[in-house]
């Protein structure tokens, strides 16, 4: 079971790092999100978001790997992707390149639902 956990945190892991790259600049976030970031406030926002993603990730993996962390990762991990997809649900219209994050997040509540499975059946073992 242990493989398992850790297998589900870093697949939620490395969903989370996927956003990393528009750090980088307004580009990268266009071609993330198919949306305009010439405004500059709103470029610096989208780029903190991307460093606050990256942590998330960071944790997740290494988590993955450090049983101790576990039980805090799937509760970031729900928090985030939860809240996501809550939002995108409830407001709606969104494009195609936030369908295609709405779908990874959908990917990633199966990923930690089945890591949560595993790390409860784990501690009940244990």
Known sequence: MRHVVS???????????????GVLGSER???LYGLSFTEP?????MRHR???FGLL????????????????AFTAGFVSVI?????AWSVGGYN???????????????????GVA??????FRG
């Open 7 to 21: 297998t589900m945190l870093v697949f939620v892991g490395v969903i989370h790092l996927l956003p990393l790259p």
């Open 29 to 31: 976030l266009a071609a």
């Open 41 to 45: 406030n709103l470029a610096i926002l």
């Open 50 to 52: 991307a460093v606050l």
């Open 57 to 72: 990730g960071l944790f997740l993996v290494v988590a993955a790997f450090q049983p101790s962390l576990q039980t805090t």
């Open 83 to 87: 809240s996501f997809l809550w939002l």
């Open 96 to 114: 195609a390149q936030l369908a295609r994050v709405f779908m990874a997040d959908i990917a990633a509540l199966i990923f930690l639902l089945v």
């Open 118 to 123: 595993a790390h409860v059946s784990e501690r």
